[in-house]
């Protein structure tokens, strides 16, 4: 792997962590985007680990280089937790990088050690990408919303969808392709931790026709609205004065995850049963599948990315296995099958 960063002492702290490992070999280091681009091409590293703030040639502009002429896998080490920092870091993983890892203490982080195995299991993920389902997000301008008041009355459809490594930019796939007037409300779990969710939804929201916000606790849950789970906190619906609202909290992690979604899928499925449709996209290990299958056992529809779309197939394959599909579709096609099944859905309502 190739390790890229614009200090030294972070290009030989994360050489060391990533070779104590015994599991990857360190085949050089850059200290820039236009060295990293160089080092590319003559070592053919499998996997790139990229700092996104450095001079000459940043890091996203690097990234953009990368995925258009060389594609391989590759995890950005991000020194920032808020502002536009958090925004590029989205913007990364939209781009396509496969993960990011905080780094603890900003941009030269002493106790980079302490997030050892965060950054393990990131390159553990890069290791198995498929990079079929890794192309380019082509340019998305900010569309135009529908003028007229939005719904005040509480959702009666409800979308659920779980995603986690690869999420950002599949969700960047199907989110902006719903249309304003799905009637239904969406709910999102992306596996994320604080500081980022924010910016995730931020993004969305001016990608999309919908209205996507980080989900706050008490907000009432109506049609046309996108609500993304914040980082760190597991999100349910549940019932208030017979009106459905979000509600957060901050029991243990489920699968080593915290937001998971299973909460929120067994909660939706027990209080709307046949009115919701589950989503399963691209991610490591199984969250998810439970809760799908706890949707389709109350009547509900379920969707699961295919595998030569989904950048990790674990949890579409768990979700599959567990509970099956109503329908298994490729990226593009997941924003036109959720239109269809809560059309479906509320005609046979």
């Not at 995890?75 to 496969?98: C, F």
């Not at 050892?116 to 890069?126: D, G, I, P, Q």
């Not at 999309?208 to 046309?224: D, I, K, M, N, R």
Request: glycine letters at 10%; proline letters at 7%.
């Amino acid at each position: 792997m190739l390790v890229v960063d614009d200090s030294a002492f972070m290009r030989k702290l994360i050489s060391e962590i990533v070779e104590g490992s015994d599991e990857f070999r360190v085949v050089g280091t850059a200290r820039n985007g236009l060295d990293a681009l160089s080092q590319i091409h003559s070592l053919e590293p499998s996997i790139v680990t990229l700092d996104l703030e450095m001079p000459e040639l940043d890091g996203l502009q690097t990234l953009g280089y990368i995925m258009s002429e060389t594609p391989r896998p590759v995890v950005i080490l991000s020194g920032a937790s808020t502002g536009n920092g958090t925004d590029v870091t989205i913007r990364a993983l939209e781009l396509g990088a496969v993960d990011f890892v905080r780094k603890p203490s900003g941009p030269i982080s002493l106790d980079l050690p302490l997030v050892r195995e965060r950054l393990l299991t990131a390159l553990r993920a890069a290791a198995c990408v498929n990079l079929r389902g890794v192309p380019m997000l082509g340019r998305t301008g900010a569309p135009r919303r529908a003028s007229g008041p939005l719904a005040i009355a509480g959702a009666q459809t409800l979308v659920v969808i779980a995603s986690s490594t690869g999420g950002p930019r599949a969700l960047a796939e199907v989110i902006p392709k719903l249309p304003r007037a799905l009637a239904a409300a969406v709910l999102v779990v992306q596996h994320m931790p604080s500081g980022f969710t924010r910016s995730l939804a931020a993004r969305l929201d001016v990608l999309s026709p919908l209205l996507v916000s980080e989900a706050e606790a008490g907000t009432p849950v109506v049609h046309g609205h996108v609500y993304v789970a914040p980082g760190g906190r597991h999100m349910r619906v549940v019932m208030k004065d017979e009106a459905p609202v979000i509600a957060l909290e901050d029991s243990p992690p489920i699968w080593g995850v915290r937001p998971s979604a299973d909460p929120l899928f067994r909660s939706v499925a027990e209080l709307f049963g046949p009115s919701v449709v589950g989503v399963v996209l691209t991610g490591m290990g199984r969250d998810g599948a439970a809760g799908l299958r706890a949707i389709r056992d109350a009547g509900g529809s379920g969707i699961v990315q295919d595998a030569a779309t989904s950048i990790i197939y674990g949890m579409p394959q768990a979700a599959l296995a567990t509970a099956g599909a109503d329908r298994i579709a490729a990226l593009p096609d997941i924003a036109p099958a959720i239109t269809e099944l809560v059309t479906r859905r509320r005609g046979s309502a």
